[in-house]
């Protein structure tokens, strides 16, 4: 697909079918993620990948929403702050890092037919307890990773006038 129809069709899916996806295309996702640029390309994030099968009440405890489970697979994404390279100012750039690398994720499963949906609204404790992460590590993102249940629609977004500025504010 062209880049600009695959930004253009990508879309949050919230129905997935329960249909495996394959392993090639699972690692052609994790690649896209590692290949993602990052501050001085330090890469400090981790994927997590949850095989849903037999996990439901876990994963319902991580999202509340019924279709957050569905997909055979979710995938987590975590920054290590201790990793990443830190601006002048001191800010740590593991966070921007780790959503920079979940976009590539995202994108290159919709490439490949899948669907995702980005979700930050997680309860970040079940996430430390369920992916037994050690304190260092947060939780950033998820997505289900799964074929769409449901259909495209065209997004709503607001017009470029409104979010760009030329020179100065």
């Known amino acids: 697909m062209e880049f600009s129809e695959l930004i253009q069709k990508r879309y949050s899916v919230r129905a997935y079918q329960s249909t495996p996806v394959e392993e090639a295309k699972l690692q052609q996702v994790l690649e896209a993620a590692n290949l993602a640029p990052t501050a001085a390309n330090r890469q400090p994030f981790r994927i997590v990948v949850i095989h ?19 997909a055979p697979v979710v995938i987590g994404i975590c920054a290590v702050r201790s990793e990443a390279w830190s601006r002048m100012d001191g800010k740590n750039y593991a966070e921007v890092d780790a959503t ?31 992916l037994a992460l050690p304190p260092e590590v947060e939780p950033i993102a998820f997505t289900p990773l799964g074929y769409a249940a449901d259909e495209w629609k065209p997004k709503k977004r607001k017009p470029l006038s409104d979010l760009v500025r030329y020179e100065k504010w």
Do not use: S
């Not at 099968?53 to 319902?60: I, N, Q, S, Y």
């Not at 994720?105 to 899948?114: D, E, F, K, T, Y």
């Not at 930050?120 to 307890?129: T, Y």
């Open 52 to 70: 849903t099968h037999g996990k439901t009440a876990e994963l319902k405890r991580l999202y509340h929403r019924d279709w957050f489970g569905q």
């Open 100 to 130: 920079i690398a979940m976009d590539h994720l995202i994108l290159a499963a919709a490439n490949l037919g899948l669907g995702t949906c980005w979700v930050a609204a997680f309860n970040p404790e079940v996430a430390r307890e369920i």
